[in-house]
Antibody, heavy 120, light 107 residues
Framework: QGHLVESGGGVAQPGQSLRLSCAASGFTFDIYAMHWVRQAPGKGLEWAAVVSHDGTNINYAESVKGRFIISRDNSKNTLYLEMNSLRLDDTAIYYC?????????????WGQGTMVTVSS | DIQMTQSPSSLSASVGDRVTITCRASQSITTYLSWYQQKPGKAPDLLIYAASSLQSGVPSRFSGSGSGTDFTLTISSVQPEDFATYYCQQTYSTPFTFGPGTKLEIK
């Protein structure tokens, strides 16, 4: 079935950086596209970024483009989100999610989320 | 960007009721439409993919239909564990936008 565990969340000041990790287990990591989705407190879901199974195809939401970097290390079964120039409105729970297959497929497995709070 | 809308934004239902939630895309997304259920404090769970395919392990009282721009999620007989927020999402093109959600509450 598969399991995803996010880590790296915490409190940061505006302008600072954080790096999130998502450890995958129970499935063959390197054949699936992976996503980051965030949810601000009390709000809906916002897709943030996707990386293809081999890391060659990457896309971002406009709200994070140029500030966040998604990457993966298939040898470590781990997905990353490098978050730079953090803003107050980046405060959210960040979920990693595994696609059913490729980039354009539904999000089949979700982690439990890690909270990022940006506050001065 | 493709905009997703949902209606209603909230609804009250009793156990055993039939419930339908509507999702509309701002342009055709063929059948690149998924439905998720989210309970408070939990991550979303995939219910329906490709507009009408039931995810493994999801009860058969859930069903999805539609193509193009108009989609529906139907719960044939609402159970106590179904009270949650439901989101539609398009994966036709990036950014992969979600609808604003529909909160299903107990009447």
């Amino acid at each position: 079935q598969g399991h995803l565990v996010e880590s790296g969340g915490g409190v940061a000041q505006p302008g600072q950086s954080l790096r999130l990790s998502c450890a995958a287990s129970g499935f063959t990591f390197d054949i699936y596209a992976m996503h980051w989705v965030r949810q601000a407190p009390g709000k809906g879901l916002e897709w943030a970024a996707v990386v293809s199974h081999d890391g060659t195809n990457i896309n971002y939401a406009e709200s994070v483009k140029g500030r966040f970097i998604i990457s993966r290390d298939n040898s470590k079964n781990t997905l990353y989100l490098e978050m730079n120039s953090l803003r107050l409105d980046d405060t959210a729970i960040y979920y990693c999610a595994r696609s059913m297959a490729g980039i354009y497929d539904a999000f089949e497995i979700w982690g439990q989320g890690t909270m990022v709070t940006v506050s001065s | 960007d493709i905009q997703m809308t949902q209606s209603p934004s909230s609804l009250s239902a009793s156990v055993g009721d039939r419930v339908t939630i509507t999702c509309r895309a701002s342009q055709s997304i063929t059948t690149y439409l998924s439905w998720y259920q989210q309970k408070p404090g939990k991550a979303p769970d995939l219910l329906i993919y490709a507009a009408s395919s039931l995810q493994s392990g999801v009860p058969s009282r859930f069903s999805g239909s539609g193509s193009g721009t108009d989609f529906t999620l139907t719960i044939s007989s609402v159970q106590p564990e179904d009270f949650a927020t439901y989101y539609c999402q398009q994966t036709y093109s990036t950014p992969f936008t979600f609808g604003p959600g529909t909160k299903l509450e107990i009447k």
